[in-house]
């Protein structure tokens, strides 16, 4: 293992994470803390303030550098952390400037938490030795991140990469940015879980179980513990409202799969997120049907894979951003 030389620093809505990162891309002395988004800004950044300085004392390398990966958007120039989407009252923070002014003479760079993963992806994960990738994330909502001839394609205003919001089915549910159709109002967790609820009284009588239960109560997914963890357990038991899901699922994806190879033609596609742990309930049939459309006009599927690192992949590509830095400064 080399040396530690960076510190990697993931903020995200649920949790903090942090730790120091050889330029091999191996993690050690990881902290994970809890985010507690619903006690404010502040205390939050204390927390990785502390956090990051217990890394620093803790002996295990000499880091010159911090990379962070913030889990909402981030200014054109990475340096201010604009919104966070589930984190109330994060407005316009300077959290490169705060870092370097708490720890002086660190160099410190910032990208979102998308392109940090893709990044993390490209230079230590599934995508290593490509030179042009795309990564997308499945989770609470749909990112990803661009990569071309070996360099991070952010477009303009840091706006490339929003894969969650291409159309793959006009007219169809509306997505959290106000649209229609958008691919994260199909595929992301909290997606599958509402799709499962709206149809459920449509599988009353198919013996469903998972129906069963949605169709006991008052449809609240909270309320009922139906989130896209139960809905791929059930889809997993043979469910009937479970597989149905999971087919649109596998459809909406191989529409964006599609349009992804089609536009860009990478070498490869990795995808990441937390309902990537279930991929293989949808995943082989959404590449099978996008590659099937591909072959219409006599064009190739690109290698499409799972992330090599699903929950700390962010965290990997922050170190990446880091050494990156040290790199330009030398």
Known sequence: MAKPAVVAI????TKLALALMGSDGVIVGKQTIPTEADKGVSQAISKVMCGVKALLQSGQGTATAMGIAFGGLVDE???????????????NVPLVALLREAFPGYQVVMDNDANAAGWGEYRFGAAAGYRS???????????GTVILD?????????????????????????????????LEALVSG????????????????????????????NGDVLGHGIDARAV??????????????????SDALAVALANIAGALAPEVIVLGGGVMNSADLFLPQAVQKAAAHLAGRGAEMP????????NDIALLGAGALALDTMSEHK
């Open 190 to 217: 909290p997606s599958i879980a509402r799709a499962a609820i709206e149809q459920a009284h449509g599988f009353a009588a198919s013996g469903s179980e998972l129906a069963n239960k949605i169709n006991g109560g």
């Open 303 to 310: 290698l499409v894979t799972k992330s090599a690192s699903v």
């Open 150 to 182: 070996g360099q991070l394609w952010r477009g303009k205003a840091n706006g490339a990469g929003e894969f969650g919001h291409m159309i793959v089915s006009p007219g169809g549910p509306i997505c959290g940015c106000g649209g229609r159709g958008c």
């Open 133 to 143: 990738a795309v990564y997308l994330t499945v989770s609470t909502g749909v990112g």
């Open 232 to 249: 791929c357990g059930a889809a997993r038991a043979g469910d009937a409202l479970g597989l149905a899901i999971m087919n649109a699922v």
């Open 77 to 91: 120039t990475r340096q201010t952390a604009l919104l966070s989407p589930n984190f109330p009252g994060w407005r």
């Open 10 to 13: 993931d903020i995200g809505n």
